[in-house]
């Protein structure tokens, strides 16, 4: 689905990625770990498009295309769906106004009609049930006083919503309470398919608990260190990262 | 002395002739006065404090006309866009200046929704208790407007009245005089718990350059309600100077919204007189402005008494080389004690072009008080327009929703829902987007 080949970026004048290889298949969920500071997030908007970040070699292919020249919603378009670390508030548009038009301007990217109001009702409705989230935040504005937690389930309501085919979850855990992660853990768990792929981004073990990869990948100073299957991740919780950083001197 | 001042002394002395043996020697003594002024005066420049920010000298330097004729060619159909269609309303239409009967829809049934020129000659009473008692002499364009305005919408409401509907008041230009000096002027008094709803207008038809000069005198008596909406979205030839006071006496409500997307120079002096316990003064508006056009908010709150609230919200979006002023100046007197004065000021620069002056001036005298103020000069939040990118909405509609985010709690006040919708419309067309996201 996803190939990532020796990718290079720098921030301003700061190195970050120093030649990442990863290549994700449909069906799989992938684990991208490490300590701060490693790449992770960079990664992460890089993929989506964020323009802070200046490609300075190698190349991302989605379903053999070559991403590194669309923009961000040209990649929304084609099914790449990034959840946000810190999903930014818009007071004056609700949730549900702003959920439409996301649909209906990806759908008007890949040349559809948009989606039947009916239809879209009842998808609301049942991708708030499956996270659990009461139907007044629909009228709430976008994430604009939401707590932490509210925050992050709409994240994962939104990528219901938007049916992805790659899917990144950056640091979707942290602010999480326990019940929380577990419906968020939950929703992400029931739009697994043989036909999308999951990369989970994050510090800790507690969040692959409950979403279970097939790979766990290390980064570290901008490069894929170690990579294994949901043991790495186990030994990295035992043994915290300074063993990888000491492997990498 | 500019040569345009020098033409206005010269024309007062033609329209003083024809004042000769006119009923009101009180209204035609006070005219002489404010010439006098003026005279003494002259325009202000970017040298006088208050002008420091906008300078008046470009639009100044026209050969303007400055006795107009009317124009009897104009048709509904060429002023049906400037008001709300969809709206049952009054409607004083001026045309050059004059009152056109054949436009409007006035009314003298248990309220006076008229003519400035008619109640000069049928209430001397009425005018010599109000004219130019919010408005105050010694300032240059209401000294002016006050030696020569002889028309304009004259508004009572008597006490315990609701205006049945909203009161529309347009002001067209056209091309009959080429450049035009404008100078009309309003009363509007609203007695004891009376109501009322205004929507007003000044629009250009022309593609000549015309110069408004234009005062509005308000005067809402004991819990009286006011709210009076300015439409700003001229012509690029047209300037307007909106000298707007308003007296507010014990529990009286006022609202006065600006709502500014158009013209070359806008330049609004909004003054409140909050001048009884417990009164309300609330003013906001949106600015959006694109290449060639200035617009100036000039406001004052004048907390005279105790227990007074005020609210004053501005937004300001700028395209182009666009220039934006904001100067708001709350005065809490020393016996208005308990004053709660709010002011925010908030811009949003989409172009390296764009300027912003904002200047918050609080004075207070008063020790028991709170007052607020802030503003905030910026651009749109490139993380937010990353998120709504990676969702998949385009660029521009992104950055469309987003403006029109930040500008939308200005609208929040608008009582009449058919001007807010149009107002949106309007909002959507300068940011170049569909806004049916939002609404």
Redesign the interface.
Known sequence: MIKIKDLQARVEEKEILRGINLEINPGEVHAIMGPNGSGKSTLSSVI?????YEVTGGAIYFEGEDLLDL???E???KGI??S?QY???????TVS??I????N??RK?RGEEPMEAREMLAKMREKTALLEMDKSYLSRSLNEGFSGGEKKRNEIF?MAM?EPKLAILDETDSGLDIDALRIVANGVNKLRSEDNAVVVITHYQRLLDYIEPDFVHVLYNGKIVKSGDKNLALELEAKGYDWIKAENA | MTDLAQDLLSSFVVAEAGLNGAKNLGVVNMRKEALDRFEAAGFPTTRDEEWKYTNLKPVLKHDYKIMLKSESAVSFGDIKQYLLSDLDTYKLVFINGKYSSWLSESTHQSYDICTFAAALNKYPDVLAEYLGKAAPAGETFVDLNTAFADDGAYIRVKANQTVDKPIEILYITTDENGTSFSQNRNLIIVEQNAEVQILERHQNLGNTESFTNFVSEVFAARDARVSYYKVQNDSDKASLVDNTHVKQATGSNVHVGTYSFGGKLVRNNLHFYSGGEHAESHMDGITIIGDGQTVDHHTLVDHQEPNCYSRELYKGIYLGKSHGVFNGKVLVRQKAQKTNAFQQNDNILLSDKAKVDTKPQLEIFADDVRCSHGCTVGQLDKNALFYLRSRGIPKREAQGLMTYAFASDALEYIKIPQLEKRLNGVIAEKLGINLEFAL
Do not use: C
């Open positions: 989506a498009g964020r323009e802070d923009d961000p919603e990649r929304a378009h769906f990034l946000f999903p930014v508030e818009i007071p004056g548009v106004n702003f439409k038009t996301a649909i301007e990806s990217g939104q938007l």
